[in-house]
């Protein structure tokens, strides 16, 4: 019972931290695509920003990754003890 009393706490943690992580990098991708859309200066517009928003892309991307897995893992347990069952 201690074990499960340090798991909880830790995942909920875990699952936050994903969570604002997530927001954080989408909001700094609507920025990113913000100047890049409507550069307030067209000539500034750099190669680092550019580097930039495609490395918030693919954070976005790594996060969504690690979702759907996590949504797979969790339908395969359903199936495995909702589904079908041998009857034979």
Partial sequence: MELRGLTIPYS??????????ETNVQKRIEESDN???NPVNPGHMTRQLKTEYVMLY???CHIYENKARGAIIRSRTKWIEQGEKPTK
Avoid at 13 to 20: D, I, P, Q, T
């Fill in 35 to 37: 100047h890049i859309c």
């Fill in 58 to 60: 693919e954070d976005l």
């Fill in 12 to 21: 909920e943690n875990k699952a936050k931290k994903c969570r604002e992580k």
